[in-house]
């Protein structure tokens, strides 16, 4: 089921062995609110779990490795998975056929052939998460409401915005992360953070592009914004943050609001940007 129109590396006639065909790539969307995270675990719905259950049953034995190992409640429009076991089914049906199977908050969006053994998560440049607030004084319509955090408080969003401003650059963000997952640096470059107003004022939602991201950084990160922007907060606790000039860790935002909506691989094996609606090289 290999061509080399969807793999282009491998030489036209090339006879393939099975440990050298290339791996299935998949881009996922989903609503991360019933189940507990990306990675597979002994006990839970996981989006592993799922994708791992439907393509076992369609296509054989194998395993699911994600680019982004999203929270337990967070949502994506642009996870990157590769799967890693046979393909008996031609690869532009891939998609229709699994997404029968799969439960109706996942489905698979695109797929395309890898070299095998690429690993998304090593190969990522830069991933972009949202994080959604929504600030009409009811509650959220029907569209929205899995998707967004209520926030009625009142914010100032010049504060707001001169917060988000502040985490620019290439930081240590030890203060903005959760224990449990060992990493060896905790120092991380973010290239543009800002917020921005959607759907006639209704919701506030906060932008962040970096070259990764901590176990629960991007939601500490609102956390502690949303404090910096209350009427008595200030930008002060961030920038010591930043600095480890203190050893408080920054407030963390409900999982609810946040998406994952894209990962740039850098024009890699001739893809580079990639989302939930399209694959490209970006401009």
Known sequence: MVDEYTAPWIARGAVLSWDDRPDLCLVVRYDGTDYHGFQKQAAGATIQGELER?????????????????????HACGQVVVWRGPVQVPIERIAMVANRKLPRAIQIVQAWWVPSGWDPRRAARAKQYSYRLWRAPGPPDLHWHRFVQPSGAALSWQRLQRAAALFEGTHDFWAFRTEGAGVQSTIRTIFASRWIIEEKGNIWRYQVVGNGFLYRMVRHMVG?????????????????????????????????????????????EGFGHVSGSRVGTRG
């Open 224 to 268: 502690s914004m949303i404090c910096a922007a209350e009427p008595q907060g200030s930008l002060k606790e961030i920038e010591s943050s930043l600095g480890r000039g203190t050893h408080k860790v920054a407030p963390l935002a409900p999982a609810r609001g946040l998406m994952l909506d894209w990962i740039d691989f850098g024009n890699e």
């Open 54 to 74: 439907v393509l076992t049953a369609l296509l054989g034995a194998g395993e699911i490795v994600g680019a982004s190992r999203t929270d337990a409640g967070v």
